[in-house]
């Protein structure tokens, strides 16, 4: 099994701004597979905040974003170190969530996640 690591996560004011990132345990675990950040808050399901495809680059990768992040949240992704980047702007409270993320085509146990709580 690969492991998923989560960082990044921290406490910030509204309309702020975190970059959270998200590396596998085997380096080159993220070769070619599509990758996606998703959130949960206590009492409600995992939702998939975004994606990006396996193959292509930034102008050229298949990209999912969640409507109500929708020009607040970008993803991309370094294939050179392997990770997989969540950079959120804007920031409001209902963003406050513990953020996974994992291999949506080849789901693995799920990482501990980060933290991201926004105050009003």
């Known amino acids: 099994q690969v492991q998923l690591m989560e960082s990044g996560g921290d406490l910030v004011q509204a309309g702020g701004s975190l970059r959270l990132s998200c590396t596998a345990s085997d380096r080159y675990y993220f070769n070619g597979k599509a990758v996606a950040w998703y959130r949960q808050t206590p009492g409600k399901q995992r939702e998939m905040v975004a994606r990006?495809?396996?193959?292509?680059?930034?102008?050229?990768?298949?990209?999912f974003i969640l409507d109500s992040v929708k020009g607040r949240f970008t993803i991309s992704r370094d294939n050179n170190i392997n990770t997989v980047y969540l950079q959120m702007d804007g920031l409001k409270p209902e963003d406050t969530a513990v953020y996974y993320c994992n291999t949506p085509n080849l789901p693995q146990t799920w990482g501990q996640g980060t933290q991201v709580f926004v105050s009003s």
């Open positions: 990006i495809s396996g193959n292509g680059n930034i102008f050229t990768a298949n990209i």
